[in-house]
């Protein structure tokens, strides 16, 4: 689809690979002995009891009716113009909407995200369409033809993540717009149809994009009290928040695997083993992806069953009570994966977004725009790369702690989190690995 992401190969860091590898390991051991020291019971997750209010003009504001039809229209409106270049526009390379769908919505959703909270869940025209579709048959939308099963917890989801990471990473000719368009098309009467069928809480279940933008909004700094307030909050409250449910960690893992594939696809020995391989493109890419993901399953679950057995946890609790502190590292992969991926062709997307029909409009005056670096160096680029991993993985390494303060006995806590931090090193040692390799 596009050239491999991030600064290139390891001679473009601005530090040996020795040098990061040694850095964050030692950032992560000096974490783990200071939360086992100075963290001895569990903090996080907590009602907002404390929690300082945003001021009452924003409060009013974003808290009535109209501003959620602004943003629910707003939605709509975005939807219709992507339309416009997916079924009249040219399929040709500078049609915008393989970088609108693939960098500015896919890419775009984690910062929005991270800012703001789970923004898909009010952008997503779909569910507006169905809340319109139920408010023109008197229908209330959270109703369906018959009650969400109990226990579907993220399974949909994970079926609807793993399908659209397959169309971004593997699929033939995906940045064309029959296959974007078809497989849009699926996604929408999927989507729709368990709508219908179960109301408006298969979004909740099943939209891989709501569920991906809820749980990266985990860390955003805002969220809405019981009462409705928008107060500010302490971004690992949130993420604490997120309780284990069926289906949570294989989304998670997921979203954390296909990331790491990404990477292990762009560097030199696996596109050299795709060239030279008899076997189809698409089948060693689908193989490679599933057997990524699988692995970094395998290591989870037998990290998290060992924590269990060391730390004396009920059987069977501790992957799902874990899960949440996989979303930090799986979302400091996605930033320094994607970051110059976002801001560079993201801007050449905005450009060719003003004439998606290839006519020489300009509708909405950024035809002109070209390209900037906007400070990016290797060397910058690099450092960030470097430093948002390791930060997602202390962040994961302190959520991992407080909830193991809270599953484990005290005597046990401790010594239960070994496996864990030795799971995070392991991914830290492959997510450089990866990086520094493409």
């Known amino acids: 689809m596009w050239p491999a992401h991030g600064v290139g190969g390891r001679q473009d860091l601005p530090i040996p690979f020795s040098a990061a590898l040694t850095g964050a390991v030692l950032a992560l051991l000096v974490s783990f002995v200071a ?3 100075l963290w001895r019971e569990p903090r996080l997750g907590a009602a907002l009891t404390g929690a300082r209010s945003l001021p009452a003009a ?10 959620r039809w602004v943003w629910r229209a707003a939605g709509l409106v975005a939807a219709a113009y992507f339309c416009i ?3 009249f526009g040219p399929d040709r390379a500078d049609n915008p909407t393989a970088g609108a769908f693939y960098v500015l919505f896919w890419v775009g959703l984690v910062p929005l995200s991270l800012l ?24 209330d ?9 109990a226990g579907v917890g993220y399974r949909p989801a994970c079926v609807g993540l793993f399908a659209f990471v397959w169309l971004e990473l593997v699929a033939p000719e995906r940045a064309t717009l029959p296959v974007i368009g078809a497989w849009l098309a699926a996604y929408t009467v999927l989507t729709l149809a368990g709508a219908v069928v179960f109301g408006s809480r298969w979004f909740d279940h099943a939209d891989p994009f709501e569920v991906y933008s809820d749980l990266v909004g985990r860390l955003a700094p805002v969220t809405g009290h019981r009462d409705g307030v928008l107060v500010w909050r302490n971004s690992l409250d949130g993420m604490a928040g997120l309780r ?3 289906g949570l960690t294989t989304l998670v893992v997921v979203l954390l695997g296909s990331t790491m594939y990404d990477s292990l696809s762009n560097a030199p020995v696996w596109v050299r083993f795709t060239q030279e391989s008899a076997v189809p493109a698409p089948v060693t890419g689908t193989a490679g992806l599933v057997a990524v993901i699988a692995l970094v399953l395998a290591a989870y679950r037998a990290a998290t069953a060992l924590a269990g057995r060391w730390g004396a946890a009920e059987p069977g609790t501790t992957a799902g009570e874990i899960a949440h502190s996989m979303v930090p590292i799986a979302v400091g992969y996605v930033v320094a994966h994607y970051y110059t991926l976002f801001l560079l062709e993201g801007q050449r997307t905005i450009a060719l977004l003003s004439d998606p029909l290839d006519t020489g409009a300009d509708w909405l005056g950024t035809a002109g725009w070209t390209v900037q670096a906007l400070g990016t160096t290797p060397a910058g680029v690099a450092t960030l790369q470097v430093t948002v991993i390791v930060v997602g993985h202390v962040l994961g390494t302190v959520l991992a702690h407080d ?5 484990f006995p005290r005597r046990t806590a401790v010594l239960g989190q070994i496996p864990l931090l030795v799971l995070m090193v392991v991914y830290t040692v492959v997510g450089l690995l990866l990086l520094f390799a493409a």
């Open 141 to 149: 939308p959270e109703l369906g033809l018959r009650p969400l099963p």
């Open 244 to 246: 284990p449910a069926p």
């Open 58 to 67: 924003v409060r009013t504001a974003v808290t009535a009716p109209a501003w």
């Open 116 to 139: 703001f909270g789970p923004v898909w869940r009010g952008l997503n025209p779909l569910r507006t369409l169905h809340l319109l579709a139920c408010e023109g048959l008197g229908r």
């Open 403 to 407: 909830r193991a303060l809270a599953l």
């Open 85 to 87: 270049g997916l079924i």
């Open 35 to 37: 939360l086992g020291a």
